[in-house]
Each structure stands twice: as structure tokens, then as C-alpha cells.
């Protein structure tokens, strides 16, 4: 498979401190990848490197481009690395909780899909033929995760789990390259997670996108992951496929404290 995000030794210092350093890892094209590692380890700041909220002390980051190959991010907005292909979760919820589940939608579907400023103005009929093919497609990518009833519900008033699976059908409706997701079982119960494993599945079969998941439910990794990297105190300690990572003595020893 063609690379399609490469990332070289990449470093992030805050102060004397390197939350980030010399990391080296690449994602594929349609590939599902995880990123692990204790608390503290450095895997939200790699995120933020990567999407355009943090910026590098050192390294580079490049995406490959239809028309221009191996594009370098540093140094772009995060808005602008969005518009290239990548979209992201957070670890804390970022919905618009005082809007519906489809304005939700509709909000993410708007930066690829400007209408003129004249037309916006003066409610040309162009404009209200625009508005009614993303209403339609808002809905129908609703409608893939099951969720269309509750296109009208207020996002603040939604259970823990839908919210967590609304915030990344916001995200897929960006229409990514690759989809990063900031742990999205976090809070969730067994059955929430289990719904959350089918979603990321459901999403590899109907989106064919690169999905780079950071996890601490290592059974939902082992079970969606293709490849894992694994991170200790910023550094990469390990990649692997679930079974060399789960026979990786380094990697037991990172998690469960040596000496297993």
C-alpha cells in the first residue's frame, strides 16, 4: 500500500521537557492503526502535531496530495490541514451541544461545500438547491450509523455513546483522508464500547479511509487494529501487528511495570 502520512523524526519540547521526540511512523492508504501507551506518554501532543494544534520543534509531517505527491504540514493551520484530508475526535467532547444532531452534521459539511457570496445573500435558487442536497446527505450519513431518528434531538441531550458517535460522523462528514479519533471509548460502558468497535469497523467497510485510533481498551484494539505503534515517554517503543505487540516484553513491561 501507498503511504499516505509520513511523519519523521518528530519532536515537540515544552521547555526542558520533550513531550515528543524523534518519532518516525507512516500511515497507509484504508488502514486502521492504533497508537498506545501509558498516561503521560506523549500520544494527545503527536495528535496535535499532526493536525496543525501544536507546532513541531523538529521533524516533519507530509501528506500525500491528489495532484501535488508528498505535501509538508508544518507551519498550516489547523483549518487548512482539515481542507487537505485530515479530521479529528478529541478526548473531550467538542460537539455544539445547544444544536440539533443534523446542524451538527451540517456545520462540518460546510468548509467543501461554499456557496457564492451573492447567492448566500440574496437566496438565489442555487442557494436553496445546495442547502437541500447537504440536508440529504447529512441525513443520509446519519442513516449509515443509525441515527437518522435523531437528526432533530438537542446533542446536549443525547446519551454519552451516541454523542461520542455523533462527534465522529461530524468528523467523516468533512469527507477525510484519514480520521483520528482521541480515545473515543473514554466514559463508555461495555456495551457503548462494543457499539463503538462495530462503528470503526463500519466505518473502514464504508468509508475506505485511514483511521489512526489512541486507545486505553486494548481489547477494542486488538480487535480493529492492523498495525500498532507504541509510545513511552514520547519515544516510539514499538510497532507491530496485535499479536507481535502483545509478545513484545518492552511493551508489557511499559504497561504493567517490569519484570512480568
Given at each position: 500500500m501507498a503511504v499516505l502520512l509520513d511523519v519523521k523524526d518528530l519532536t515537540k519540547n515544552f521547555g526542558g521537557l520533550a513531550a515528543v521526540s524523534d518519532v518516525n511512523m507512516h500511515l497507509d492508504d484504508n488502514e486502521l492503526v492504533a497508537l498506545i501507551g501509558p498516561n503521560g506518554a506523549g500520544k494527545t501532543t503527536l495528535f496535535n502535531l499532526i493536525t496543525g494544534q501544536?507546532?513541531?520543534s523538529a521533524g516533519s509531517i507530509s501528506l500525500r496530495t491528489n495532484n501535488?505527491?508528498?505535501q509538508v504540514l508544518n507551519g498550516k493551520k489547523p483549518y487548512k490541514i482539515a481542507d487537505m484530508g485530515l479530521a479529528r475526535t478529541f478526548q473531550n467532547i467538542r460537539l455544539f451541544k445547544g444544536l440539533s444532531v443534523l446542524d451538527n452534521v451540517l456545520i462540518s459539511m460546510t468548509s467543501k461545500n461554499k456557496e457564492g457570496f451573492i447567492s448566500s445573500l440574496f437566496r438565489l435558487p442555487s442557494f436553496y438547491k445546495v442547502e437541500d442536497r447537504l440536508r440529504k446527505e447529512a441525513l443520509d450519513l446519519l442513516a449509515i450509523f443509525h441515527m437518522e431518528d435523531m437528526a432533530e434531538t438537542i446533542a446536549s441531550n443525547?446519551?454519552?455513546g451516541a454523542q461520542r458517535r455523533l462527534e465522529i460522523i461530524r468528523a467523516l462528514a468533512t469527507k477525510p483522508k484519514i480520521l483520528f479519533l482521541d480515545e473515543p471509548?473514554?466514559?463508555?460502558n461495555p456495551e457503548e464500547t462494543a457499539a463503538l468497535t462495530a462503528t470503526i469497523r463500519q466505518i473502514q467497510q464504508e468509508f475506505g479511509i485511514t483511521v489512526l485510533l489512541i486507545e486505553h481498551d486494548m481489547s477494542l484494539v486488538m480487535n480493529v487494529?492492523?498495525?500498532i505503534y507504541v509510545l513511552q515517554y514520547g519515544k516510539l517503543l514499538a510497532e507491530g501487528t496485535p499479536q507481535e505487540i502483545q509478545a513484545n516484553q518492552a511493551v508489557v513491561d511499559a504497561y504493567l511495570g517490569g519484570g512480568v
Open positions: 501544536t507546532v513541531p501535488e505527491g508528498m443525547m446519551p454519552y471509548a473514554a466514559g463508555m487494529a492492523e498495525r
